[in-house]
């Protein structure tokens, strides 16, 4: 499979006991992480404003005017997380999110954009806690910080984040 390079995007086998009793792991990572919930809008790069549908447990997709994406969260151990994006007519991206390894978290409100909210979410800890697989297959560390652009409130992503954080405390 070929992967390519994106600034920081966003596998269930195991899922972890605290969040095993409010929902999917991998649902609560891709709402605080990507802002992605059921019948929602988030904004992706150039591809402009999508809606969201979720298609099953850790998957979504989001339709755009001129392409969709498919969005895919797996966690193969408790809190490591993977994101898989795959966008008609590009090579798809995998990113893994070390939670093990997340010292601390920032969220900021950046207000409207667009009629959605605009969040600024950091991870911080080892410059490795968030890598990209490269068209090669290897892993390279990228910044662990984004802005998502979503239909959610800070309070929602807040909340979800939380969520993890219970389940994978700090080191």
Do not use: W
């Not at 899922?15 to 792991?25: C, E």
């Not at 402009?48 to 099953?56: A, D, F, L, S």
């Amino acid at each position: 499979m070929r992967h390519r390079s994106a600034a920081l995007a966003l596998v269930a086998l195991l899922a972890t006991p605290a969040l095993a009793q409010t929902g999917s792991s991998v649902d609560i990572f891709a709402r605080g992480v990507a802002g992605l919930a059921e019948n929602g809008s988030v904004i992706m790069g150039n591809l402009g404003k999508g809606t969201v549908r979720k298609v099953t447990v850790g998957a979504y997709e989001v339709q755009f005017a001129g392409s969709i994406a498919t969005i895919t969260f797996d966690e193969p151990v408790p809190c490591l997380f993977t994101q898989e994006t795959v966008i008609q007519g590009q090579p798809s991206t995998l990113v893994r999110f070390d939670f093990t390894r997340v010292e601390s978290l920032q969220l900021g409100d950046q207000g409207p954009y667009e009629d959605l909210n605009a969040i600024a979410l950091q991870l911080n800890g080892p410059e490795d806690i968030v890598q990209i697989f490269d068209a090669g297959g290897a892993l390279k560390s990228v910044p662990a910080i984004a802005s998502i652009v979503t239909s959610l409130t800070a309070a929602d992503i807040e909340a979800a984040v939380v969520e993890l954080r219970k389940a994978c405390p700090a080191p």
